[in-house]
């Protein structure tokens, strides 16, 4: 009898001891790496995709580099960024959808965007979803709707457009063509940079519209050409499109100039287009494009993690930006209230300088980062900065 009772004592604490084996190292793994997820809505797909994916690459530079440091500290505890990104397609309903699911079903308190065209309409619900809305939306309405959740992490683009063609404008430069992307950023670029070159006393000698994924630009380009402009515009073109345009011009015998906005970097474009051709381009940019220490920094990291991957124009303000809110976090000692880590962003700006790769010099009450605006220009296939707007 007191055989049976110790056997079956016996039994009890060994599926104990089991239940402690495989259960509690669980909860205590659970227990000792909190997580906070990071939203990323970029194009993972289409003519944009090397743009949207070296944008979530550097978000996730960013946050490789804060958890090897030993992560965030928030209330005392521990916490890992986990970065989580979804295909916005180019299209503001795809957009809309993947933010709703990183909000809801990640429970992502801060998403990212490296574009105007989904962010605009991404931020129609963040504040209603509470979430913080990062994004490299030119439009001045992205700021300007009273929207108190929403940060710009680039400058307007009415300033990128002013810089660079008052640059054009000194170098002699007098009849415009327009080659406008079909979407409402470009159009709008456009359509200001063909107002103010008016007033300037400049001509637009011809316009023609192209779609957002296409990549067989010799039509429109002979229809432009013909005209005999001293420059051909296109505005919100990334590096892969304008490569494109360079070539495809060129081939067709034009030998003027061009300018193109500040969704292209200009290193990709010289790969692409080459360096020949791509000579006296003029590209507005951010001061990412400067080569400090810390921007050549950046670029040695990105390429040791990503072998693969270009840095494109709005990689190193993600990356930023997430250093930013994760030093946010951490001030307003919460992860989870976007308006609480909203009111502490101005805290923790500028943010020290290793991670200082866009040179984000405030966070005002409107949502602007006080990034500046440069002119730059292609000679012998470098990138050489002429003026500066702040």
């Known amino acids: 009898m007191k055989k049976v009772i110790t056997s079956r004592s016996n039994s009890f604490a060994v599926i104990l001891m089991f239940i402690f084996i495989f259960l509690f190292p669980i909860s205590l793994a659970g227990a000792a790496e909190k997580v906070v997820n990071m939203g990323v ?42 970065v989580i990104g979804y295909d916005n397609e180019m299209k503001p309903a795809v957009a809309v959808k993947m933010a709703m699911r990183l909000r809801s079903l990640d429970n992502c308190p801060a998403i990212f965007s490296p574009e105007s065209t989904t962010a605009l309409s991404v931020m129609k619900y963040n504040e209603k979803e509470k979430f913080l809305l990062l994004a490299t939306s030119t439009s001045p309405e992205f700021t300007e709707a009273g929207n108190k959740l929403v940060i710009r992490i680039t400058t307007p683009f009415t300033r990128y457009c002013q810089v660079v063609m008052d640059e054009g404008w000194k170098q002699g430069l007098r009849k415009a063509a327009l080659l406008v992307i079909s979407f409402e950023t470009s159009k709008r670029w456009s359509a200001y940079f063909e107002k103010k070159w008016r007033e300037k006393g400049g001509e637009i000698v011809g316009s023609e519209e192209v779609g957002v994924n296409e990549m067989d630009y010799y039509s429109k380009l002979t229809k432009l050409i013909s005209k005999n402009p001293d420059v051909i515009l296109n505005a919100s073109a990334v590096d892969e499109t304008a490569g494109q345009v360079v070539k495809q011009a060129r081939e067709l015998g034009y030998k003027g100039t061009f300018i193109f906005s500040e969704a292209c970097d200009g290193a990709s474009l010289i790969d692409i287009a080459g360096k020949k051709n791509t000579e006296g381009v003029l590209i507005s940019a951010s001061t990412s494009s400067l080569k400090t220490p810390a921007v050549l ?60 790769v866009s040179a984000f010099s405030e966070v005002t009450e409107q949502g602007e980062t006080g990034s500046p605006a440069l002119a730059i220009q292609i000679k012998n296939g470098e990138k050489v900065i002429l003026n500066q707007i702040n």
């Open 297 to 356: 920094n950046y670029i040695k990291r990105f390429k040791e993690k990503y072998p693969d991957g270009t840095i494109q124009s709005a990689s190193p303000k993600g990356y930023e930006a997430l250093v930013m809110v994760a030093k946010a976090m951490e001030k307003a000692n919460t992860t989870t209230d976007a308006y609480k880590i909203r009111a502490a962003l101005p805290l923790v700006v500028p943010v020290p300088s290793q991670f200082r």
């Open 41 to 82: 809505v970029t194009p993972l797909s289409g003519k944009m995709a090397e743009y949207g994916i070296d944008f979530l690459r550097a978000i996730e530079l960013a946050a490789s580099e804060i958890n090897a440091q030993g992560g965030i500290t928030v209330g005392g505890e521990k916490y890992r960024l986990k």
